[in-house]
DNA sequence: TGGAAATCTGCGGTCAGTGCAATGTTATAC
DNA sequence: GTATAACATTGCACTGACCGCAGATTTCCA
């Protein structure tokens, strides 16, 4: 009943194989830290052999980050298919406040459980090796960005520039806006939060005064988040 | 005669070891791609034994890609100390300023040869490993400025979005006028189109009008870019 | 000049990641 | 329903990154 293609016997249990590593790696990380964890006991918890894991995942680092091997080919299309009539920055926008929207979908969807999802989202952003494999999947995601602005603007951006900086500020907009999201405690979507980035980051962000209302509105999502911390405070 | 101490003969063999280890990754790598190369050669190349290449660099990645152990706190000081009558905004761009100028100042610097020097950062950012190890790097960068930001400010970081923002801001015009200046050739310093990337990201991205000065400016240090490319072109 | 301290190195070990070949499972043709 | 092709799983053996340790060596300083 699918709108493709029936998906067979097969392809449910790649599929199911597939999201049992990924969360049995991400929950067993976030028990005990992603240098505790063995991809051997990652392929245990799922029921396959340590082979196999390998069949699924180049690494496990990439098992951890769930890395969606067509994603980037999704993002790429839906950048390029958006109406004609928008500017690459709209297109832009556009693309990515539904793929951060998606993102937090995955909150409920995955298991019943958004506190586990939380706690283990936390872990990502936590664990320095995990930071790091985060920091080079948002590299790989802004440069389709990237190349996908420039292919619908028709110019080269091995010469203009214009498709690395809208990528960059875009990039940066969904994931600051995601990450206060989930701060914030994950109520709602992401989306307002994107646009509230992206007006600071594209709309002037010396301007402090026009800054504010932007601000506050990514600051006013998460009414419960304490304000005790509020004050000034060195991090080492 | 140093300013602070006199470097012993311990320190200057230090230095030595590990700039050598340093330029021998780079340079094999640049010959023979990332993966084909083994630390062991490396430590070969700088004839030490495989296990002190470890004692300089906690990783091969860190070696091809230069890791200064010190560098990050030197660039939170310099966000800190930079004058009381500059807002956030002025004091991150200095710095950042400062920074893009003094890495473009090694191509010359190291060896007498900055071919070699740009053949060698045009491995860097062409190796998929090699890329993502940069960006792991480069969000790293991003986090002393959010912190460094934040510190200046007054503002918890985990609540106040606005570090964060700025932050990303300031880090992608770095990186992106850095790749560009590279690609015109690395005529002169970087420092007009740092300050150019800035413009067009804090000044206003979504205004294509305003931004096409800022764009000029990019574009138009490398005169002798070919513009035989300049047209519309996919990349798969 | 004689230690004290830092550095270099070899050794043994763990674990990530890969190619190969055998085995098991699912899909398909008849 | 069975044969067979296609694909998935697994074990095995191997390379190479990386670390802790302990002994040898070099550098420093009194």
Redo the contacts between chains.
């Keep these: 009943m699918e709108l493709v293609a029936p998906p067979t016997r097969r392809d449910r249990k790649k599929l199911a194989t597939r999201r049992a590593l990924q969360w049995a790696a991400l929950g067993l990380v976030a028990d005990r830290g992603y240098a505790n964890v063995t991809v051997e006991e990652i392929a245990e918890a799922a029921d396959v052999s340590a082979r196999t894991f390998f069949n699924y995942f180049p690494s496990k680092e990439a098992a951890v980050i769930g890395h969606d091997p067509d994603l980037f080919d999704t993002l790429h299309d839906a950048v390029i298919e958006r109406p004609a009539g928008e ?1 690459a ?1 709209e297109a832009v926008r556009a693309v990515v406040r539904v793929r951060s929207e998606r993102f937090a979908q995955e909150a409920d969807g995955v298991t019943g459980d958004p506190g586990e999802w939380f706690r283990r989202m936390k872990t990502v952003q936590t664990d320095p090796h995990l ?6 999947h ?3 995601y802004e440069r389709v960005i990237v ?1 996908a602005v ?2 619908r603007l ?9 498709p ?3 990528a ?2 875009a990039v ?2 969904s ?2 806006a995601v ?2 999201w989930a ?1 914030g405690g994950g109520v709602g979507t992401p989306a307002p939060l994107t646009d509230a ?1 992206f007006v ?7 301007a ?1 005064g026009q ?1 504010a209302a932007a ?1 506050a509105g ?2 006013g999502t998460d009414p419960q ?1 304490g ?1 005790s ?7 080492s």
Excluded: M
């Design positions: 500017s920055f930071r790091a494999a985060h920091a080079a948002t590299a790989a190349t420039a292919e028709g110019t080269d951006p091995e010469i203009d520039p214009y690395a900086l809208l960059a500020a940066a907009a994931r600051i990450v206060y701060k980035a600071a980051l594209a709309g002037g962000l010396a402090d800054l601000l990514l600051r988040a304000r911390q509020n004050r000034k405070e060195a991090c």
